[in-house]
């Protein structure tokens, strides 16, 4: 694991809404009941809070332009943080809306545009505990301590406090756990052995360290004429987690089961060529880097801003 110092980035998840079901979201969107938006007050001491953070400093979601107020954050960070220092996630919703409020915000080539509509557009599955599947725990713990997430994404602030990983603080929403770090200077100071409690508590309910297939429907979970799913992949225990939280996407049935033991040679066999941070085959910054790299699936750009 990284300290959290060591980062190119931290994110500020401004929302978990998003306009898209991907299967295995690493947000876990489609299972909440309610998605937070993060009020401005709070985005400014998340901001303040990074003072003194070398890496750069992430707006993302869920989809950050469905904040209801996603002009005044844009300004906001306009005010706080140096113009390179900044980058931005989208998947597309309302591009052509907010075009030109993006690009004053950032340079082009910190935003990552993805629509998630290729068909390489994949996730690997997050919601098989690895706790569950993986017997020898020493084993376990190895994986966990080397999570490619965790060495290659970042940390991240939601409403809910500081967290050593996006996904951990995913977790913590889903499953209404205790909230993170509290957001003060300096949070983020801390090494591995500072942030213990939080692995123990959310790496053990996922499966991010565990290598396992990508899976997609193939359109972000937008409606499609072959009628195909958007489905997560869980374990028994996880669901019943879930269902306890009344997840959307287990009430609609749109999950399949992870009822196997992880061995050592499921891990042999899956790492081999287990890429998961390769999941597209190219960098795109704004919707025209689509139309020029090759054939996609794309369904709609949304000029008109609707879905
Ligand atoms: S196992 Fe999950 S929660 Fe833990 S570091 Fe990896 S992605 Fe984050």
């Given amino acids: 694991m990284r300290p959290l110092s060591e980062m190119t980035i931290i994110q500020i998840e401004v929302t978990n809404a998003c306009w898209l079901k991907c299967s295995n979201c690493t947000r876990h969107v489609g299972h909440h009941k309610n998605p937070f938006f993060m009020d401005l007050d709070f985005i400014e001491k998340a901001i303040d809070s990074l003072e003194g953070f070398e890496g750069n400093i992430g707006i993302m979601g869920g989809e950050p332009t469905l904040h209801p107020k996603f002009d005044e954050i844009c300004a906001i960070v306009r005010k706080k943080i140096p113009r390179r220092k900044r980058e931005f996630w989208t998947s597309g919703f309302q591009w052509a809306k907010k075009k030109d ?28 505990s690895i706790d569950e599947v993986v017997e020898d725990k020493k084993l376990m713990w190895q994986m966990i301590d080397n999570c490619w997430i965790q060495s290659q994404w970042s940390a991240s602030i939601t409403p809910k406090g500081g967290f050593f990983c996006e996904v951990a603080a995913s977790l913590d929403y889903l499953l209404e756990g205790p909230g993170g770090y509290k957001i003060e200077k300096g949070w983020w100071k801390k090494n591995p052995n500072q942030f213990k409690d939080q692995v123990e508590r959310y790496c053990k309910n996922c499966s991010g360290a565990l290598p396992l297939p990508a899976e997609s429907d ?90």
């Fill in 101 to 128: 409020v993006i690009l004053e915000t950032w340079d082009k080539d910190r935003i990552a545009y993805n629509e998630h509509s290729t068909p390489g557009g994949k996730h690997t599955p997050l919601l098989v």
């Fill in 218 to 307: 193939g359109y972000g979970g937008r409606p499609n004429k072959e009628n195909v799913n958007n489905y997560d992949t869980i374990s028994k225990g996880m669901l019943e987690k879930l269902k306890s939280v009344k997840s959307q996407k287990v009430t609609a049935g749109h999950y399949k089961i992870y009822d196997k033991k992880y061995t050592i040679k499921d891990l042999e066999k899956y790492s081999e060529n287990w890429e998961p941070s390769k999941f597209k085959p190219f960098v795109t910054h704004e919707p025209k880097d689509y139309d020029e790299k090759g054939p996609q699936r794309r369904v709609d750009h949304n000029k008109s801003g609707k879905i």
